[in-house]
């Protein structure tokens, strides 16, 4: 992860239906206009985007302020912003 600040896209998770054994690629850099995954944006900067691989279906909680502790998923860090 960088040293930089991420963009936050939104005080909320993503809620999004994952689909057993499919890799997801979610945003840590905040720019994509694809949230909560990963369109590119990131490109020239220090961020890279973090695979998310579903181990079932059913609803996934992303982050959407891109400082939690727990990668891709929400951690509720974004309460205290």
Do not use: R
Request: with cysteine; aromatic share 12%; glycine share 10%.
């Amino acid at each position: 992860m960088s040293t930089k600040q991420a963009v936050i896209a939104q005080k909320a998770p993503f809620a999004v239906n994952v689909e057993a054994g499919k890799s997801y690629w979610w945003c840590a850099c905040g720019k994509s206009a694809s949230q909560p995954f990963c369109d590119g944006s990131h490109k020239g900067s220090d961020f890279s985007p973090v695979e998310y691989k579903a181990k079932e279906s059913g609803p996934v909680y992303f982050c959407g302020c891109k400082n939690s502790s727990n990668g891709a998923l929400c951690d509720g860090t974004h309460k205290k912003l």
